[in-house]
């Protein structure tokens, strides 16, 4: 297959419909409505359905009733509309459906602006909706990489019965880079195979209620323990990641998404000019890489978490790594995007035989927007 | 080898399609390629610029503070962009809309009338076209040739009348670049 030009947003729209989608549900908002502007010509070409619903709460609570009539559906948006969505994610959670959310993550909180950030870690990775319950997370830094992560969610989606999130920004949303896209899959229509969770009509099998309403609470209780059950099983069977230079890196670069490819360019250079650094990238940001970090941080003399955000995917670090390695932060907030020359300087500031700061002991001085850890959230913040 | 090039201008003056085409280009060189707009509230007359990367690597950020190249089409654009070319690196500016120049003796700083050879072909909006003539002829990033074929492919393969006002418009602009002494 040939390499061809694509912008993220159009790609990972096309990667859904190679992948079988049957049903597209939406809402636009920048940066992510070239998905929704790309799906609206391509879906009805196929006869598949497609609708732009009059708000995001409408559009997840369609997506919640095709999942539950067994179609492969699909809903994007960015923040402030996944903000929206909390409730429907809880309740599909909840009653087990499978589905695939892409978030083009921007400025926030509040409609913030459309710049791009990775300030909806926490709201995506620890559940966003009420209640105990692990959507799948996946972060792409490249279109390619969202196009492979969106074509396998759905996969993904229909083993687990579960939420599947692609967390991207508009910097994936926007750019365009070559592709090689995945075949077109066809998948055996609704209503000829039973998938086990489908309401297609009860002839010749038990009835089965697709609900999320347990007043008994042992009954809840049960569901509880097949939502962990599950989100175990993913953990065992789904973590993700990428690794450039780490297994002997001194200085151990962690970033996901936008960030890792910022990051990329200043650790390569951090390597040509001699500095033993590498790269972790955590694809799946649940499951976290926990273990494999935890190996790479017992062999680091220090770990440098770089985020588009205050500080979130650190805390998932912290609770890996922070018991081998002593562990700095450089953030960026609101859609200002660092360029690499200021993750280099972090890099030059944090890397252990530089600055006189060997072994992360002794004082040093950091470039802005970075921080050294300490032991209390209030007190990083203080520094800002 | 990589090349980072920035093109900056007013929103319509074909910014962001200026930059597609070296992305194409190198895309059908077998390069590694990136291409990213400033994205967000824009609007016509407003202000627009696209980062391309073109390289024989892997491409780590797709943004950078200090390009290799720049194109500026508008006087705001060559303020931002003139003193974070890097040494060494290369200016292409349209001197029919830009009075002022960056005057760096270490960067090649081409200026090319850019509309006005658009205008003389009868296509003011070409002027795009003849930057990236000149970019091309002065940077090397990319052969001429693979850069008429996707110009021809993205503009005439429906309009055919388009192709030598095109070719005319990159040539033009290539041969400003070739004649500028540094």
Redesign the interface.
């Known amino acids: 297959m040939a ?3 694509w912008k993220g947003n159009e790609a990972i729209a096309e990667a859904a419909v190679r992948a079988g989608l049957e049903a597209y549900f939406g809402y636009p908002i ?2 992510q409505t070239e998905l929704l502007e790309y799906l609206a010509v391509r879906m009805p070409a196929l006869g598949r359905a497609f609708l732009q619903a009059e708000s995001e709460l409408a559009a997840i609570n369609m997506v919640y009733g095709a999942a539950v009539a067994g179609a492969r559906t699909m809903t994007s948006s960015s923040s402030p509309g996944v903000s929206l969505m909390q409730e429907a994610l809880s309740y599909i959670a909840a009653t087990e459906v499978p589905m695939v959310l892409v978030d083009m993550m921007r400025g926030g909180p509040g409609l913030g ?3 791009p950030t990775q300030a909806d870690y926490f709201q995506l990775v620890k559940g966003g909706g009420h209640g105990d319950y692990r959507p799948i997370v996946l972060a792409p830094d490249s279109v390619q990489e969202a196009v492979d992560l969106t074509y396998v969610s759905f996969d993904l989606a229909e083993r687990y019965r579960n939420i599947v999130i692609i967390a991207a920004d ?2 994936i949303g ?5 592709v090689e896209m995945p075949p077109l899959r066809e998948r055996p229509p609704v209503g000829s195979v039973d998938r086990g969770w489908e309401l297609t009509g009860a002839v010749g099998r038990p009835r089965r209620i697709a609900h999320s309403l347990n007043l008994s609470p042992e009954e809840m209780a049960r569901v509880n323990a097949s939502l962990q059950n599950k989100a175990a099983a993913i953990a065992a069977h789904e973590v993700r990641y990428s690794e450039r230079f780490a297994e002997d890196a001194d200085l151990l670069v962690v970033a996901f998404g936008s960030a890792a ?8 250079q951090a390597r040509e000019e001699g500095l033993n650094v590498g790269l972790f990238r955590p694809i799946s940001l649940f499951p976290f890489p926990t273990d494999r970090l935890a190996h790479l941080a017992t062999r680091a003399q220090r770990l440098l978490v770089v985020e588009l955000n205050a500080g979130q995917m650190l805390e998932d670090v912290r609770l890996a790594a922070g018991a081998y390695a002593p562990i700095d932060f450089f953030g960026r907030m609101g859609g200002v ?1 660092p ?3 200021e993750i280099y300087d972090a890099i030059r500031s944090a890397y252990p035989h530089v600055g006189g700061n060997g072994n992360g002991k002794g004082k040093r001085s950091l470039p802005a927007g970075m921080r050294p850890l300490t032991g209390s959230w209030s007190e990083r913040m203080s520094l800002n | 080898m990589e090349h980072q090039i920035i093109i900056s201008g007013f929103g319509g003056q074909g910014v962001l399609f200026a930059g597609q085409l070296l992305a194409y280009a190198g895309l059908a060189e077998g390069k590694h390629v990136t291409w990213i707009p400033s994205y967000g509230p824009e609007m016509r007359g407003g202000t627009a610029n696209c980062t391309v990367i073109l390289s024989d690597e892997e491409i780590g950020s797709p943004q950078i503070r200090y390009p290799s190249a720049v194109i500026a089409l508008n006087p705001p654009s060559l303020v931002k962009y003139a003193k974070l070319v890097k040494p060494g690196g290369c200016l292409v500016l349209d001197a029919s809309l830009i009075d002022s120049r960056a005057g760096r003796e270490d960067v090649r700083e081409i200026a090319v009338r850019a509309k006005e050879i658009a205008e003389g072909l009868g296509y003011p909006q070409m002027a795009n076209v003849v930057a990236i003539g000149a970019l091309v002829a002065a940077t090397g990033a990319l052969r001429m040739e693979t850069v008429e074929d996707v110009l021809i492919a993205k503009t005439a393969r429906k309009r055919p009348e388009m192709r030598e006002p095109n070719l005319a418009a990159l040539r033009a602009g290539a041969a400003v670049a070739t004649a500028t002494v540094h």
Request: hydrophobic share 40%; glycine share 4%.
């Open positions: 390499r061809e030009l920048t940066p602006n459309l710049a508009g910097n926007q750019m365009m880079e070559p490819r910022i990051a990329q360019t200043a650790v390569r995007l360029m690499p020359d």
